[in-house]
Structures are given as structure tokens and as C-alpha cells.
């Protein structure tokens, strides 16, 4: 099967890799023009189990346990193992997350337990009745490393690397690039990321819903005593640690539907994860003279998170993408479900689902 990926990200990378296991070869396409605007460049990594929706908590857990499993992963992505709090506000279900609960314990045997206030002494300010799951068996990676490294054994294992923009793909499965080259294709993967959206459109295929936000960061100096990777519900509010006595923090953006090319830094929101840093973690002097607020954008989909979508009914060519914000934690088991679906031709997912 001719099988050509464009997008030389983490979705695409993992596929790739993915793809080799299973016998295939396929071409990947890689441009450097904005790589450091993209997700895999620029994301801050978390990995947990938890979801409170279980369909992504089992997706979560099993990648994270393959990679927990694999001295190779684990060495490739430069993962670093810590504890993960997400804390949840009042009205949560407890029965729905003592199931999630449940499920984790298949996967990641005593991972993961659940604790109330006023247990939560990293956190000020919670509002009266807030829960946590806190996971043992948690971290983060370097999505860049490890997109880096799959690409190297993909290679070793028969894939070819074309760095060359692509400038067209057509409906039956031809890829043109700027070269003037073009590629008759069995499958096409659109793994593009936050350029999805504008390709589908200038190559005249359906947006099926595909959204682009930019996702935004702080690296700062201080760091909350004995606290690992989090994010709280309540707030927004987001972190990790980021090297000796450094800390990433980040807040959601509302800003959809920007170009990957030209972002700009959101200083309002950089101000406004400083004042939650001080209110939630007691940091009051954080970030410091010689913070960097990192700014990338990333592609939404309306469900399913990231997964093999066909652009139109009949066509090979597809799109994998459309995070839900952290598709990291999902990237290596959604990689090995896209290149099963890919070998055995059940792409059952269509634009807009």
C-alpha cells in the first residue's frame, strides 16, 4: 500500500513509526517553515491517566503505560516521572470518577487515588467541596524528542523523508509539492496540525468542523514546595515543574481561529496566569525577570479527539488530527489504533464526526 503522510509532527510521526511495525513504508513529508509554532514544538507535555470522560481516560492510561513500559519510549521522549493532581470542582460526579478510578487501576495498578479538602495543601483558595485524583504514575515528555526519534527509526525501519512543502493534494490520492515532484498515493494523511484547517480549504476539501486555538505558556522562576504536574478545574490553571526551581504555568486561551504563522503573545492572559499563580499557589513572585511566554496553536475537532478522519466519502485521503487540548497523552495509543485502521481499511470516522 502507496501510504504518504504530510506533516512531520507528533501525530505524524508516530503513525509513521506505527505504520513501519506493521510492514509498511510510507513517505512522510516534513516542512521546517513553522515548526515552532506548532504543538509538538511548543507543548508542555503532561501526561496522565485521568479523564472524566472514560473513552479518554482508557486512551490516556494505555499510552501512558506503553510508554511506562518501554525503556526505549521512555528514553526517547526524555520523560520524567512525577505526580499528577487534577482537581475537580464541587459537583462532580463521584460515582462516574470512582468508575474512571476502576478502569485506571486495570491499567496502572494503584496509580491513582481520590482526596478532598483539606488534603489538597498545595492549592489556596479551593472552593468548598473541590476533589482531586492524584496519580503516582504520571509525568510529562518532550513531544518534540520523541517526534524526533520515532521519524530516525521510521527511517531505519524503510519510511522515506521528503523535506518538501507540499502544495496540493488532490482527491484521488496524488501529492504535489513545490518541487514540481508529485506522488500517486493508495492513502494520503493529512497529519498537518494546526495548518489542517486552511489546507482542507485551499485544496477544496470540507473543514469538517476543525478549529485552530492558540495554546499559551509561562515559563517562570518559583515553584509551589512539593507539587507536581496539575491542572485545576476550578481555574484553569495548569503547570508542571520545568527545571531546578522553575515552574510552566498556563491558563486556556479563547482565541480561535488564528493564523499558525503570525501569533502573538496574549500579555493580558500572561498577566492573568501570574495573578491565578499567586491566588491558587501562593507564588507571588512568580515568573520573574526572565520568564518566556510561549505562544503555538494546536487543531481542535468538535469529539473524538485526535483520530483518522476521511475528507470525503470514496477519497484516500484523510486527516489526522483534532486535539482536545493535551493530545499528547494520547498521541502513542491513537497512533497505533490510525495505522491498524489504515492496514485494514476501516476508516469509519468522517469529517464533522
Do not use: H, N
Not at 504530510?6 to 505524524?12: F, R, S, W, Y
Not at 511506562?68 to 459537583?91: I, K, Q
Not at 504535489?176 to 486552511?198: E, I, Q
Not at 500579555?267 to 503555538?296: K, M, N
Amino acid at each position: 500500500m502507496r501510504t504518504a503522510i504530510v506533516g512531520g509532527g507528533l501525530a505524524g510521526a508516530v503513525l509513521a513509526w506505527r505504520l513501519t511495525e506493521l510492514g509498511l513504508t510510507p513517505t512522510v513529508f516534513i516542512s521546517e517553515q513553522g515548526r515552532s509554532a506548532d504543538a509538538t514544538q511548543a507543548s508542555g507535555g503532561l501526561l496522565r491517566g485521568f479523564e472524566t470522560d472514560p473513552a479518554a481516560a482508557r486512551a490516556a492510561a494505555e499510552s501512558l503505560a506503553e510508554l511506562r513500559g518501554s525503556p526505549l519510549l521512555r528514553g526517547w521522549a526524555g520523560y520524567r516521572e512525577l505526580d499528577s493532581t487534577m482537581v475537580l470542582p464541587p459537583d462532580t460526579d463521584r460515582s462516574a470518577v470512582t468508575a474512571v478510578l476502576r478502569l485506571l487501576d486495570e491499567l496502572l495498578p494503584g496509580s491513582a487515588e481520590l482526596r478532598e479538602l483539606p488534603d489538597l495543601k498545595a492549592f489556596l483558595g479551593l472552593p468548598p467541596g473541590a476533589v482531586a485524583v492524584v496519580e503516582q504514575q504520571a509525568g510529562y515528555l518532550s513531544p518534540a524528542a520523541l517526534r524526533d526519534a520515532l521519524l530516525e527509526q521510521a527511517v531505519r525501519a524503510g519510511a522515506v523523508l521528503r523535506p518538501e512543502p507540499v502544495v496540493r493534494v488532490l482527491p484521488e490520492g496524488t501529492v504535489r509539492t513545490a518541487a514540481g515532484t508529485g506522488l500517486d498515493c493508495d492513502t494520503v494523511v493529512l497529519a498537518t496540525g494546526p495548518w489542517t484547517p486552511a489546507l482542507l480549504a485551499a485544496w477544496g476539501f470540507p473543514g469538517g468542523g476543525l478549529r485552530v486555538k492558540q495554546i499559551q505558556y509561562t515559563l517562570g522562576r518559583g515553584a509551589p514546595p512539593g507539587l507536581g504536574a496539575f491542572v485545576d478545574e476550578t481555574s484553569g490553571l495548569y503547570g508542571r515543574p520545568a527545571g531546578p526551581g522553575r515552574f510552566l504555568l498556563g491558563l486556556p486561551t479563547d482565541r480561535w481561529g488564528v493564523d499558525p504563522a503570525a501569533l502573538r503573545t496574549d500579555t493580558e492572559l500572561a498577566q492573568r496566569v501570574a495573578g491565578c499563580a499567586e491566588a491558587r499557589l501562593g507564588l507571588d513572585s512568580w515568573p520573574g525577570p526572565d520568564a518566556v511566554t510561549v505562544a503555538a496553536a494546536d487543531c481542535y475537532a468538535p469529539s473524538g479527539g485526535l483520530r483518522l478522519r476521511a475528507c470525503l466519502p470514496g477519497s484516500p485521503v484523510l486527516t489526522f488530527t483534532g486535539g482536545t487540548g493535551g493530545a499528547a497523552k494520547y498521541a502513542l495509543g491513537a497512533g497505533r489504533s490510525a495505522a491498524a485502521a489504515l492496514i485494514s481499511g476501516e476508516i469509519l470516522t468522517e469529517m464533522g464526526s
